[in-house]
Nanobody, 115 residues
């Protein structure tokens, strides 16, 4: 079993920055893909950014140039640096990891951007 614990959410003014972290623990030999999703009220959950074990990165068009995903394989941790935040970035952000053929989710962390 794998547990994902996110941290770093909060309230920030438009134009500000936040850094999210997600640490994986449990029975882990290696982690394949890791990523961040978000879900705003009344909307479907969407991919924000993903990173493979080999370092291939994908971003949603809406966050390109503002968000940066990275991972520390030694710590089984993935990060999301969010700059130039906009009110439309307000959502619950979920960490996701694909481990040994199963996909795991964190509990989510709220990010609120005020205008």
């Amino acid at each position: 079993q794998v547990q994902l614990v996110e941290s770093g959410g909060g309230l920030v003014q438009a134009g500000g920055s936040l850094r999210l972290s997600c640490a994986a623990s449990g029975t882990i030999v290696s982690i394949n893909d890791m990523g961040w999703y978000r879900q705003a009220p009344g909307k479907q959950r969407e991919l924000v950014a993903g990173i493979t074990s080999g370092g291939i990165i994908t971003y949603a068009d809406s966050v390109k140039g503002r968000f940066t995903i990275s991972r520390d394989n030694d710590k089984n941790t993935v990060y999301l640096q969010m700059n130039s935040l906009k009110p439309e970035d307000t959502a619950v952000y979920y960490c996701n990891a694909y481990v040994a053929g199963s996909r795991y989710w964190g509990q989510g962390t709220q990010v609120t951007v005020s205008s």
